[in-house]
């Protein structure tokens, strides 16, 4: 079998019709006109969705540049925090309606109202104000899935803020390089946060990066763990600046195309790439994403199951669900914590209809068994939708047949702000593995290297060919950067640096990234490909492949697989067969590893690079700031070792 044999075999799951008591025939018809006006001009069905919000002046024009330096609703001035808080605080039918449904690690609870939402993002408004912080200064926003971070984040857009969310997991040097990067004036932080029935110190952290960071002036500090920890000077209490400002701050009227919110990539370079996202952009474009991915209706109650450090937090929860007037259920720590049920006891507690979550927690509530997951029937559950690396159709028929509910894969990147391209929920029919189709307002082709638009059934390079809103703007005080590292390879499109494939029924496989394609002697495998064939093995449970190099081959896979309980002695000799037997010789895994954990960051998806550089140096050698556990890496450098 060759590389063509072993694509038409992945994309080759048959079209599932949506089950008739998962239907929505009132989204239906709505899906029908947003996608005649995108038909007409992807511009028009833009418009609908901007007449959806609240507008402090009217824009003069829909949009005016092409890829590269684009600019919406010109002439107009918007708020978010005005369309995410204060217009249903306002509403009397809303105001006493859960905004934020929040649970500690510990078990401690906390549910604010949009009424009470809207005056502690009032306060901190004011109290930010009076720290001298202005229109179009960075505020670092360093703590988990805190109430606090929503409302921080909304201060922040409030007064014109541009607010940059640090990773609670990041150590003294990642929080440093950032916050210089970014030129922070202020960083709001919790004292401490709970993260696996430990308290992990963040205020300790930030004092210790700040002499790296000179332009922060002001640090505001959430008592978390309530053990009143001494301030230092340049410090002040989150609660006292609370109770110092009922005045609150006036809303800023803000250009949709100005700067909202800065997000740090990691990878292999050294310097934090701080991609820029707009005020008016992000607002329209999340609102879409959540309307057509979760459809939220009345009485919902959304969880997304991610870190605030994520771009799927803000996208889902903090914009683009409350943007909607919905109830966001929110967690602060691990997911196995304090023991594998826990899942489902939030779920069932906070009486949850969606989850949003990466495929790796899908993985993860698989191993922990059918048993458990009998047990604790999700009665309430009406949705799981998965996002940030490929969902492999093990995993997907497993999640189907045991919660008995729509799994909805999604697409999208950091730089593109939102996912867009998954089937809408209540309407389009479903493929395992898939992500779909785009939704209207995105465009897109697969292209060759030369940027030759490819057939159906033939893999090649992922690019949108439309400006679209979420787009991020630029990379912060680096803007050719922004234009060598997206646009420069395909000049006049958008390069998401991925493989793709567009099969038969017109839906889009997102193979992975394009630097992590397998050229084993001159055959190019993608890992998703190899990845789909290794999670059909009865004992393994989760599996990523990475290639390394070989003299003869150029290239050779290798797979991690975590496996069931028992031994494995067996598992690595059945996994090559299968994949020799299923694909093909020259995909053959050249090396089995049976780790009992992998590299990951703490909203689960695997750092592959990561797994190359320890099987190549025995040691991990670039970027490890997202990673969640560093442990992990201690894991698998044993197995590799063994």
């Excluded at 559950?381 to 919660?403: H, K």
């Excluded at 997206?486 to 193979?511: C, I, K, Q, S």
């Excluded at 290798?558 to 031994?567: E, H, I, K, P």
Aim: glycine share 8%; aromatic share 8%; hydrophobic share 40%.
């Amino acid at each position: 079998m060759d590389d063509r044999d072993t694509l038409a075999t992945l994309i080759s799951a048959p079209l599932q019709p949506l089950d008739d008591r998962w239907r929505s025939p009132e989204r239906a018809a709505e899906l029908a006109e947003a996608r005649a006006l995108h038909d007409r001009d992807p511009d028009d069905y833009w418009v609908w969705v901007a007449e959806k919000h609240r507008w402090i002046t009217k824009w003069t024009s829909v949009r005016a540049g092409e890829l590269g330096d684009f600019r919406y609703f010109e002439g107009g001035r918007i708020n978010v925090a005005d369309n995410c808080v204060d217009r249903w605080a306002e509403n009397p039918a809303s105001a006493d309606q859960p905004a934020v449904v929040w649970e500690g690690e510990p078990g401690d609870t906390r549910t604010l109202t949009y009424a009470e939402l809207s005056d502690e993002v009032n306060r901190l408004a004011g109290g930010l104000r009076s720290l001298g912080i202005a229109h179009g200064d960075v505020v670092a926003v360093y703590m988990p899935n805190l109430v606090e971070a929503f409302t921080a984040i909304h201060a922040c857009n409030k007064i014109g803020a541009i607010y940059t969310v640090l990773f609670s997991g990041f150590g003294r040097d990642a929080v440093a390089s950032r916050l210089a990067a970014a030129r922070a004036t202020a960083v709001v932080v919790a004292d401490a946060i709970y993260r696996r029935g430990k308290p992990v110190e963040l205020l300790e952290t930030l004092r210790a990066a700040l002499p790296d960071a000179p332009t922060v002036e002001s640090v505001v500090v959430v008592d978390r763990t309530r053990r009143g920890v001494e301030l230092a000077p340049g410090e002040v209490s989150y609660a006292a600046l609370l109770a110092d400002h009922p005045e609150g701050a006036a809303t800023v009227a803000l250009d949709p195309n100005e700067p909202a919110f800065l997000i740090f990539t990691s990878g292999t370079e050294s310097r934090p790439k701080g991609v820029v996202h707009s005020v008016g952009g992000f607002l329209l474009g999340t609102w879409a994403n959540v309307h057509w991915q979760a459809g939220p209706v009345e009485g919902d109650v959304y969880w997304v199951a991610a870190d605030v450090g994520w771009l799927t937090f803000p996208i889902q929860a903090v914009i683009g669900g409350l943007a909607h007037g919905s109830t966001i259920a929110c967690y602060e720590g691990a997911l196995d914590t304090p023991g594998p049920s826990r899942f489902y006891d939030i779920c069932t507690r906070h009486g949850v209809t969606q989850v949003l979550c990466a495929p790796t927690v899908l993985r993860m509530l698989r191993k922990f068994g059918d048993d458990l997951a009998a047990s604790h029937p999700l009665e309430r559950l009406a949705l799981i939708t998965v996002q940030g690396e490929p969902l492999d159709g093990e995993t997907f028929t497993w999640a189907t047949e045991t919660y008995g509910v729509p799994i909805v894969n999604a697409y999208g990147q950091t730089e593109t702000g939102s996912t867009w391209t998954y089937p809408v929920t209540g309407v389009d029919d479903l493929k395992a593995g898939s992500a779909g189709t785009p939704v209207p307002g995105h465009a897109f082709a697969v292209v060759d290297e030369e940027g030759h638009e490819v057939p159906a059934g033939v893999k090649g390079n992922l690019v949108m060919t439309r400006p679209f809103p979420t787009l991020a703007r630029t990379v912060w005080d680096d803007h050719e950067r922004y234009l060598s590292t997206y646009f420069g390879r395909f000049p006049g499109r958008y390069a998401t640096n991925d493989e793709a494939v567009v099969d038969t029924d017109g839906h889009l496989w997102v193979l992975g990234r394009a630097d992590d394609v397998i050229n084993v002697a001159a055959h190019r495998l993608s890992t998703m490909e190899i990845e789909a064939v290794v999670t059909t093995h009865p004992r393994v449970v989760e599996a990523a492949v990475v290639g390394i190099p070989d003299a003869t081959k150029g290239t050779v896979p290798v797979a991690f697989v975590t496996v069931t309980d028992g031994s494995a002695d067996e598992v690595p000799d059945e996994v090559r067969t299968l994949v020799g037997d299923t694909i093909g010789g020259i995909a053959r895994p050249d090396r089995v590893v049976v780790t009992a954990a992998m590299p990951k960051t703490r909203t689960g998806k695997i750092m592959r690079r990561l797994m190359r550089e320890v099987l190549l140096h025995g040691e991990a050698r670039s970027d490890t700031s997202a990673l969640e556990d560093p442990g992990s890496l201690d894991t698998l450098a044993a197995a590799v070792k063994a």
